[in-house]
T-cell receptor, first 113, second 112 residues
């Protein structure tokens, strides 16, 4: 069974640009969550989607957005990039609605110059 | 406002000894607690969990203890092995919002 797949794995952008990250969950999983990992901050919750609906949202500005498609694949978008957006963005999936045990992808490392 | 806190950013333990990783939380609405392990260049992987109705859960070398009155949980690894060297995150599920909140992580190094 294939795991959670995130693309791209690495990317470099400049301030003011926008970026789209993609996540393919484990087959059959309907819930997808996104986290931002930065040194010293741990994993900060961005949002969670279940059956194409955003179920939960973290405390991030509106520049961070996401969506989920009918095949459960998800994308997140960050507009008007800032230096502080440099981080590892992790996607995780689970079968049902969020109960805690998540399966993570390897992440997309974003560097903003 | 960090609701889940791991106050030790790093821990170094000799192989064969016990590793104890600690986690404190502030939200009394947390009802399910988990530990994840993360190796470099990999995503976190689930390790062990405990429900708020229990105070201990054991899985092989890993045991999680929950002290609800102190809002504290800990992960014990006995005996520690070099392959356990990783960053460990504790996490908690808020029964109100159903959000999974992670701590800042503790880097464990097990040396021979």
């Amino acid at each position: 069974k294939a795991g959670v797949t995130q693309t791209p794995r690495y990317l470099i952008k400049t301030r003011g640009q926008q970026v789209t990250l993609s996540c393919s969950p484990i087959s059959g999983h309907r819930s997808v969550s996104w986290y931002q990992q930065t040194p010293g901050q741990g994993l900060q919750f961005l949002f969670e989607y279940f059956s194409e609906t955003q179920r939960n949202k973290g405390n991030f500005p509106g520049r961070f957005s996401g969506r989920q498609f009918s095949n459960s694949r998800s994308e997140m978008n960050v507009s008007t990039l800032e230096l502080g957006d440099s981080a590892l963005y992790l996607c995780a999936s689970s079968f049902g609605q969020h109960t805690g045990e998540l399966f993570f992808g390897e992440g997309s490392r974003l560097t903003v110059l | 406002d960090q609701q889940v806190k791991q106050n030790s950013p790093s821990l170094s333990v000799q192989e064969g000894r016990i590793s104890i990783l600690n986690c404190d939380y502030t939200n009394s609405m947390f009802d399910y607690f988990l530990w994840y392990k993360k190796y470099p260049a990999e995503g976190p992987t689930f390790l062990i969990s405990i429900s708020s109705i229990k105070d201990k859960n054991e899985d092989g070398r890993f045991t999680v203890f929950l002290n609800k009155s102190a809002k504290h949980l800990s992960l014990h690894i006995v005996p520690s092995q070099p392959g356990d060297s990783a960053v460990y995150f504790c996490a908690a599920t808020d029964v109100d919002t159903d959000k999974l909140i992670f701590g800042t992580g503790t880097r464990l190094q097990v040396f021979p």
